[in-house]
């Protein structure tokens, strides 16, 4: 009868080590969650690169299909024009009458 009850307190202690091991060691729930976390996280990650690399994708095909789109960025970025046409600016007013600057008075030492 005494060995019956030192199996069963070494079966309880034994299931108590591994329930331990499950719910807080290496590898348990815990870090279970952590990484499904970190892979949501890259999903979303992947997922806005995903989108961003349709557009350069479609972007290079545009550019690869015609000169409309060449000549739109070279319009836009590099700020070309063709020959024979005149070019504009509009500028601002509010930017281009900086503020005087402040004067220093001449006025006798003391």
Avoid: C, H
Avoid at 1 to 13: E, G, K, T
Avoid at 14 to 41: H, I, S, T
Avoid at 75 to 97: C, K, Q, S, W
Wanted: charge should be negative; aromatic fraction near 6%; charged fraction near 25%.
């Amino acid at each position: 009868m005494r060995w019956l009850r030192l199996l069963l307190l070494a079966l309880v202690a034994l299931l108590g080590l591994l329930q331990y091991r499950l719910w807080f060691g290496n590898g348990g729930r815990q870090a279970v969650e952590v990484l499904d976390a970190r892979v949501q996280e890259q999903g979303r990650q992947n997922e806005g690169l995903g989108q961003r690399n349709a557009a350069l994708a479609a972007e290079v095909a545009d550019l690869k299909s015609g000169e409309a789109a060449i000549e739109e960025r070279a319009r836009n970025e590099l700020g070309m024009i063709r020959p024979g046409e005149t070019f504009y600016r509009v500028v601002d007013d509010a930017r281009t009458a900086p503020a005087p600057p402040p004067e220093a008075e001449q006025g006798e030492a003391p």
